[in-house]
């Protein structure tokens, strides 16, 4: 499928810094460079806002828009019985118009929008070690033990296929990652707004 904008697929296991990454490319880039807004059964956390931070969807809605194919992706996250996904209308009319969308989505995920949009450039986001990981996810605070052995078995497996990326940008330091993220969107064409 051909696209006037471009898609760009960002990975990374949990507690990788890649939301704090992201914002900061988003930010630089300015309105060149349009940031996907997933849909999500789980409720609204204080501050959230429905249609900025998540399309907030109650469990029938989420089933009937996929029922519909109105997802590029979706998935059942961490075995919490909340759902997530790419609702296509965040996505392709964008890219009709010339711009740029970024997409932040697990492998798996990641996969099945490859499967549609193979021009997709792909940025994988790691810490520098999963030692580093671990610690990251320990200081959060916002999880037990459970959770934390979870998350970073999860991270073993995404970090093993993170060869699959076009890119793998290291978050050692945020400005550093930043800037690397950044330098590979330019030499794709993107310029500052």
């Known amino acids: 499928m051909s696209?006037?904008?471009?898609?760009?697929?960002?990975?990374?296991?949990s507690g990788a810094g890649k939301s704090t990454v992201v914002r900061e490319v988003l930010r630089?880039?300015?309105g060149g460079l349009r940031l996907s807004i997933s849909a999500t059964t789980r409720p609204a956390r204080p501050g959230e806002r429905d249609g900025v931070d998540y399309h907030f969807l109650s469990d029938s809605q989420f089933s009937e828009r996929q029922s519909?194919?109105?997802?590029?992706?979706?998935?059942e996250?961490?075995?919490?019985?909340?759902?997530?996904g790419t609702l296509q209308s965040e996505v392709s009319p964008f890219l009709a118009e010339g711009?740029?969308?970024?997409?932040?989505?697990?492998?798996d995920g990641a996969q099945d929008v490859l499967?549609?949009?193979?021009?997709?450039?792909?940025?994988?986001?790691?810490?520098?070690t999963l030692a580093e990981l671990e610690r990251r996810l320990r200081s959060r605070g916002t999880e037990d033990q459970e959770a934390i052995e979870r998350r970073l078995s999860v991270a073993s497996g995404e970090l093993a296929l993170a060869h699959r990326y076009q890119h793998i940008v290291v978050n050692d330091t945020v400005d550093a990652a930043v800037d690397e993220f950044?330098?590979?969107?330019?030499?794709?064409g993107l310029s500052y707004d």
């Open 3 to 13: 696209l006037l904008g471009k898609l760009v697929i960002v990975s990374g296991p």
């Open 28 to 30: 630089r880039f300015g």
């Open 68 to 75: 519909q194919g109105e997802f590029l992706e979706c998935v």
């Open 77 to 84: 996250v961490f075995g919490r019985g909340h759902w997530y």
């Open 99 to 107: 711009k740029w969308v970024l997409l932040e989505v697990d492998v």
């Open 115 to 128: 499967n549609q949009f193979s021009e997709g450039v792909t940025i994988f986001i790691q810490p520098a």
């Open 182 to 188: 950044s330098k590979i969107l330019k030499d794709r």
